[in-house]
């Protein structure tokens, strides 16, 4: 078989990521497919139908591979690394949202107004596109919550940018302009349905009240999870929504949702192809060198030729010595002789 045709073999039967475009909610579900192709690839049966391996259990498998036949597949083996690395941070990325707007939708249940509650709502206007974590309609106003689920420091400074900090600050977004284009395509969704008067409050929720949060910026308010509730039932408005008007707003709202599917921000074509690959050029590898393991060395000689060469070296360079001191050099000389010869490998 040659490794074009294995390459197109593997690639093959690879099924996951089959479409262009994906919706949000079906992302996660096709990255665990991709992921659980590529350890059943990897590993035999047994292994791989435990559910407990990664792609990063593949990465260190294949790594070790290559150091254990010469590293044939140096190239192929960091491109298959990149690839890893990203769809490795894009699950745990998604892993990480889900788990924080969890905790934050457990906390809304809290609330003591009548409220209700839109979740993961997908608004868009021309260019312009957001995803809104929850909307929160109360009788006073209506709040924008967006949640994060970060175990890092964070700190926002007077112009609305974040940054997570440690040893260095690493900045993540512009804060301020990601809150504000929601507020925007939210206050154009009210105004259509006539309630451009209503109050719009925004909230940035952390779900670990173990970090520390400095905000400089006024127009932002955040707080910890714990907080959300009753920092939303706080909300103050000019306009005091009836029953009836909360449910309007949120038809509204409903309505204008727009949820689209969009590109996988990984080339997954590119990905499985440098899979197939990497693996392709390691079977190769391993067929090599069992080839060799099993092939009869042609210089291979027999511990009697040893001792019929050492014997005669013995009459020529050692007759002086006496038949017990021959005897026993020789003994010596062909054992050395034949160990040396049976770990390299030439002793038949």
Known sequence: MTRTYRIAELTGMMKSFDKDKYMKRELLPEMFNLQQEIVDLTFNNEQASTGALK??????????????????????????????????????????????????????????????????????????????????????????????????????????????????????????????????????????????????????????????????????????????????????????????????????????ECKEAYPFELDVAQYKLDFATLLAVLEEASAHTESIGTKQPETAITKDSIWVVLRRLLRSKASGYAGTAATATLTILSTMAFDAARKGGLLR
């Not at 070790?64 to 699950?91: C, D, H, M, V, W």
């Not at 009548?114 to 209506?142: H, M, Q, W, Y």
């Open 55 to 256: 792609i990063w259990d593949v990465e260190r498998h294949l790594e070790q591979l290559n150091k254990e036949y010469g590293n044939p597949a140096e190239e192929e083996l960091q491109r298959f690394k990149t690839g890893s690395k990203t769809l490795s941070n894009l699950i745990k990325a998604e892993i990480s949202g889900n788990r924080g707007e969890a905790k934050a939708f457990r906390i809304l249940q809290y609330i003591h107004s009548r409220n209700i509650v839109l979740k993961n709502i997908e608004l868009s206007d021309g260019n312009l596109r957001t995803e809104l974590d929850a909307v929160v309609i109360t009788p006073e106003a209506v709040t924008i919550v967006e949640v994060k689920n970060t175990s890092k420091n964070i700190f926002i400074d007077e112009n609305g940018d974040y940054y997570r900090t440690g040893e260095f600050l690493k900045w993540d977004c512009n804060i301020a302009k990601k809150m504000a284009t929601k507020e925007d395509l939210l206050k154009k969704v009210l105004s259509e349905s006539g309630f451009g008067d209503v109050q719009i409050r925004n909230v940035v929720v952390f779900t670990d009240n173990r970090i520390e949060v400095q905000n400089k910026y006024r127009l932002i308010r955040t707080c910890f999870v714990s907080q959300l509730a009753y920092i939303i039932d706080g909300f103050k408005g000019s306009r005091i929504l009836t029953e009836a008007e909360m449910e309007i707003l949120e038809n509204s709202i409903k309505t204008a």
